[in-house]
């Protein structure tokens, strides 16, 4: 598990700060949890560079990786919209809606299990999914490196990046999970807050992150500054998709789970959950008070919610104050 080392490398070194930094006021601030990371978690066998990034950014945004040339990555989580699209279910090749909204790309190196439902170990596996389902992409690998080594372009990043191999199914699966773990949420009026500038939000936004570190007990299951303990829960919610229960089948917490999304420039992400069941904040948040359905797979985290409308305002204040100021993606120029 190359990821696994990252990420213990990652705590290692969140532990040394804290020995060295955190003083008693810090370690009292219930913000303190919600710093963000020095450093993104690359694998050792995927390593960061920028011609890594630069060439998996490329590939990100190329629809030669489709069997009809017409759909990229960027289709489906396209950085306009915080690297999802404004619909319920993205279209793919077969022109008709997938069964789950595309999750965001924002802040993946930090996802230790991907999809809804937590399939693919790692962003190398889960790049390789979509490049290949007829219902998304349905390209076939062999067509996509002989399309690629058509163009000098791509031929010279491979040879470089890749000695001896040139373009391969590997090599193009690396390239954009390394770009993908480059794209982290910018900094957020909310960051800024956390770093001690009192007045970085609103006080509406400051008692909505009250409720939901408290009353609201959002941060039971939306924990750290990427606000996901990435895990799997049923909230309730009507579903006939079975979710994480695919996968756990003996375990009746797995019916009906998907995994807890981060809550990072939401402002650009609706509609929300696992089927773009909530057109907005307010639909979500009046989804969490109704406490959803009543079975035995519920999440017992899932606790009774009654809100006076001022609160709902001021948790709502405070889900928008985690929406980075700068969200601007450059596009890369693809080869000719
Ligand atoms: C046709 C739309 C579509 C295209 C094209 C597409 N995706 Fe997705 N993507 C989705 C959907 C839908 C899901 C969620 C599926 C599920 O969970 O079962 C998803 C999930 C993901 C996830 C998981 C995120 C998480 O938090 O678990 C990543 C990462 C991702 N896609 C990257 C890519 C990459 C890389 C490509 C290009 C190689 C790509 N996608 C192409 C629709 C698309
Ligand atoms: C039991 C764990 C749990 C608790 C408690 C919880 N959430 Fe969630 N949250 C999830 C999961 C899981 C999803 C995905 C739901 C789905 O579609 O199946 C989600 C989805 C969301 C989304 C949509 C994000 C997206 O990318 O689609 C928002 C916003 C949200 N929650 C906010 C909140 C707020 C606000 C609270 C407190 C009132 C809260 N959550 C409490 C687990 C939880």
């Known amino acids: 598990m190359p990821f696994l080392r990252g990420m213990m490398m990652l705590a290692a070194g969140a532990l040394l700060c804290a020995g060295h930094l955190a003083t008693a006021s810090e370690r009292d601030d ?26 998996g950014k490329m590939l990100f945004f190329d629809p030669r990786l489709s069997g009809k040339q017409n759909l990229s990555c960027a289709s489906c989580h396209n950085p306009s919209f915080g690297f999802e ?5 993205a279209i793919g090749a077969t022109n008709t809606p997938l069964g789950r909204k595309a999750p965001t790309v924002l802040n993946a190196a930090w996802i230790p299990t991907l ?5 693919a170990p790692d962003l190398e596996t889960q790049a390789m999914g979509p490049i290949t389902a007829d219902a998304e992409m349905d390209g076939k690998f062999p067509e996509i490196i002989a399309r690629l080594k058509a163009r000098p372009e791509y031929e010279a990043w491979f040879a470089r990046l890749f000695p001896g ?26 960051d800024r807050w956390v770093e001690g500038d009192e007045t970085a939000i609103a006080p509406a936004a400051q008692r909505g992150f009250a409720l939901f570190t408290g009353k609201a007990g959002c941060a039971s ?15 309730g919610l009507p579903t006939r998709d079975l979710g994480r229960a695919a996968f756990e089948p003996d375990s009746v917490l797995a019916r009906h789970a998907f995994k807890t999304p981060g809550l990072r420039n939401l402002t650009y992400r609706a509609p929300f959950g696992h089927a773009g069941q909530f057109a907005d904040l307010e639909a979500i948040v009046a989804f969490y008070e109704s406490g959803g359905i009543a079975r035995p797979s519920k999440s017992p985290l ?23 100021e700068q969200t601007r993606t450059a596009l890369p120029n693809l080869p000719n």
């Open 302 to 324: 899932m606790k009774p919610l009654q809100l006076a409308p001022e609160e709902r305002a001021d948790l709502i204040a405070f889900l928008r104050a985690l929406t980075a």
């Open 30 to 55: 219930p913000r303190t949890p919600y710093r963000r990371p020095t450093s993104i978690p690359f694998p050792e066998n995927a390593p960061y560079s920028p011609q890594m990034a630069t060439l």
């Open 165 to 190: 191999k040139g373009v391969t199914q590997e090599g193009i699966l690396t390239a954009i999970a390394t770009y993908e773990r480059t794209v982290v949420s910018g900094w957020a009026p909310f």
């Open 85 to 89: 699209v404004p619909v319920p279910g």
């Open 115 to 119: 999809f809804w439902d937590g399939r």
């Open 221 to 235: 299951c939306h924990t750290g500054w990427n606000f996901t303990d990435n895990r799997f829960h049923d909230l």
